[in-house]
């Protein structure tokens, strides 16, 4: 089984600051898909920004990036001009290209954003 | 907007007791799932189905069982609920990789449940 590797169980950022969250994989696949959701406190998960393999370009959106090294297995999320509603538990996740349903979870990383 | 809703979102059991936790999607997914998350866990898959009446064990597959007799639905059960089951379940659902947006899961809001 794929495993995903969040090596940061809390980070913090202060308001209008940029944070950078770390993840690694390990998979000996060369197609596959690459996820960041947000878990805000009691609320339900969502989908941040996600990656397919095969792009060479990293994935945006707004203020949300992606540092995609396919070759070091690596997938860092850069949160710009952090606003406190960016408060939450951000998961990195995997799904295999080929076959199988199945994603695979990081473990996550608390963000705190203060004032 | 895909919808997954779930039955509960706090449930106060106690062990032995048979529990019941209900998924809903309204897209027509194939794919249905439950997680068990847990602080410093992450996300553990139990169970997932990839079409009615079929279903694959995730992970952590033990004290558990899934039903879905229904293309929409998805049920979790503990037999013989017990304390160490005391956990956050999420169910989520997808369509099948290579259908247009089949690459991302949709979940539900969760349910927080507590074994005495």
């Known amino acids: 089984a794929q495993t995903v590797t969040q090596s940061q169980p809390e980070m913090s950022v202060q308001e209008a600051e940029t944070v950078t969250l770390s993840c690694t994989y390990d998979?000996?696949?060369?197609?596959?898909?690459l996820f960041w959701y947000k878990q805000p406190p009691s609320r339900q998960m969502i989908l941040v920004i996600r990656?397919?393999?095969?792009?060479?370009q990293n994935a945006t959106e707004n203020r949300f990036s992606v540092n995609f090294q396919k070759a070091a297995k690596s997938f860092s999320l850069k949160i710009s001009d952090s606003q406190l509603g960016d408060a939450a538990m951000y998961f990195c996740?995997?799904?295999?290209?080929?076959?199988?349903?199945?994603?695979?979870f990081g473990t996550g990383t608390s963000l705190t954003v203060i004032p | 907007d895909v919808k997954v809703t779930q039955s509960s979102r706090y449930l106060v059991k106690r062990t032995g007791e048979k529990v019941f936790l209900e998924c809903v999607q309204d897209?027509?997914?194939?794919?249905m799932f439950w997680y068990r998350q847990d602080p410093g866990l992450g996300l553990r898959l139990i169970y997932f189905?990839?079409?009615?009446?079929?279903?694959e064990k995730g992970d952590i597959p033990e004290g558990y069982s899934v039903s879905r007799e229904k293309k929409e639905r998805f049920s979790l059960i503990l037999e013989s609920a017990s304390t160490n089951q005391t956990s956050m379940y999420l169910c989520?659902?997808?369509?099948?990789?290579?259908?247009?947006?089949?690459?991302?899961?949709?979940f539900g809001p969760g349910t927080r449940l507590t074994v005495l």
């Open positions: 989520a659902s997808s369509l099948p990789l290579g259908l247009a947006g089949g690459n991302e899961q949709f």
């Open positions: 990656q397919e393999a095969y792009k060479q």
């Open positions: 897209m027509d997914h194939e794919n």
């Open positions: 996740a995997y799904r295999s290209g080929g076959a199988g349903n199945q994603f695979y």
């Open positions: 189905s990839y079409d009615v009446k079929m279903k």
């Open positions: 998979t000996s696949e060369s197609d596959y898909y």
